[in-house]
């Protein structure tokens, strides 16, 4: 049944994708793909080969991404305000690993922490990265009320606590915590733009470059609101160690900055190009979790005083 319903979407997709090469010249779909059911059975066709196993899919219970579901959402009052403190001088590198590219941070100090939120102690910038689509209806891992963003920001860090690094990290409860931040298209980012301008000397596979002196905190929005849950990394080895804090927020990129992305390949120089694009993993079961609001859920507020039963009752 999945093979058949498949096919008929990787039809769809392949549609979209073929407008989508005429570049510098948007044409308008004849048919709209905007559906919330249409943009999910379209970007599951686009999987990248590193999910299309189902022997890549482990056996866990806390596995990431997911789709938020606002109204199931609990506000936690004890969520503390976010404290980010990153050392611009600490960035050192961006790299195209193959499934997207990276900036690299110096983490053998504190130099670049975060801490409060739902964390006990600091932990350590260690890298970010991008998911992103081949199209503006699909690109983050990341769902909010099945809504789908065009891309997903991931600044990756580690408990220096109780690890002694990344690495080993990745193996611990509690050892990493990952931010979340969705790319909606809107105003030019000017923050992005210097990471955009260094994208074509990483353009093929396992290239690097050095990349100094960035901030990245000039990439998270302003509104303090976030989601919190536990999961797992997005991809191998996919363990489920990783404390997830989405930003309520999206920020804005233009059309032109998303392209820039789009204009990465997979391959090595050399090889057949493949453009780097829907790098993202396919959602995965909620199961027996909580995501926590750092936020009152307002959508809830607004349907519990309505006094609709109340109004009924004393109707004549
Ligand atoms: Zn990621």
Same mark, same amino acid.
């Given at each position: ?5 498949? %096919?008929?979407?990787? #039809? ?7 407008? &989508? ?5 948007p ?8 559906l ?6 379209? %970007? ?7 999910? =299309? !196993? ?16 606002? +109204? ?31 900036? /690299? ?18 932990? +350590?910038?260690?890298?970010?990265h ?17 809504k789908?963003?065009? #891309? ?9 606590v ?24 809107g105003a ?16 093929h ?14 990439l ?19 363990? /489920?160690?990783v404390t997830?804090i989405?930003? &309520? ?7 032109t ?12 120089? #050399?090889? /057949? ?7 993202? %993993?396919?959602? =995965?079961p909620l199961?027996?979790?909580?995501? %926590?609001? !750092?936020? =009152? ?14 109004a ?5």
């Open positions: 049944m999945v093979l058949l319903n498949s %096919r008929k979407v990787i #039809g769809l997709a392949h549609y979209c994708k073929q407008l &989508k090469t005429l570049r510098g010249k044409l308008v779909p004849a048919r709209s793909c905007s919330a059911t249409c943009t999910h059975a379209n %970007r599951n066709a686009a999987l990248h080969p590193l999910w =299309q !196993s189902e022997l890549s899919i482990p056996g866990g219970t806390r596995q990431s991404p997911i789709n938020i579901q606002w +109204r199931d959402s609990v506000y936690d009052p004890h969520l503390k305000p976010l404290k980010i403190h990153y050392d611009p001088a600490t960035c050192l590198y961006i790299w195209n690993n193959g499934y997207s590219f990276q900036v /690299e941070f110096d983490d053998s100090t504190d130099k670049s922490v975060i801490m409060g939120g739902p964390m006990e102690n600091h932990y +350590r910038l260690k890298q970010f991008f998911h992103w689509g081949a199209i503006n209806e699909w690109g983050s891992e990341h769902t909010v009320d099945s789908v963003y065009p #891309g997903e920001l991931h600044l990756v860090h580690w408990n220096p109780n690890s002694t690094s990344f690495e080993e990290a990745i193996m611990e409860n509690n050892g990493l915590v990952v931010i979340g931040v969705f790319l909606k298209l030019h980012h000017a923050g992005l733009q210097k990471l955009v301008d260094a994208l074509p000397a990483v353009r596979k396992d290239t690097i470059v050095e990349f100094d002196v960035f901030d990245p905190s000039c998270l929005p302003s509104c303090p609101d976030y989601w919190t849950y536990d999961g797992s990394l997005t991809t191998p080895p996919l363990t /489920e160690s997830w989405i930003k &309520k927020a999206p920020i804005e990129v233009d059309e900055q998303l392209e820039e992305f789009r204009m990465l390949l997979f391959t090595s120089d #050399g090889e /057949e190009e493949k453009r780097m694009v829907d790098n993202f %993993r396919p959602l =995965q199961m027996n979790r909580t995501v %926590r609001s !750092s936020f =009152q859920n307002h959508h809830l507020l607004n349907i519990e005083t309505r006094p609709r039963e109340h009924h009752q004393h109707s004549p």
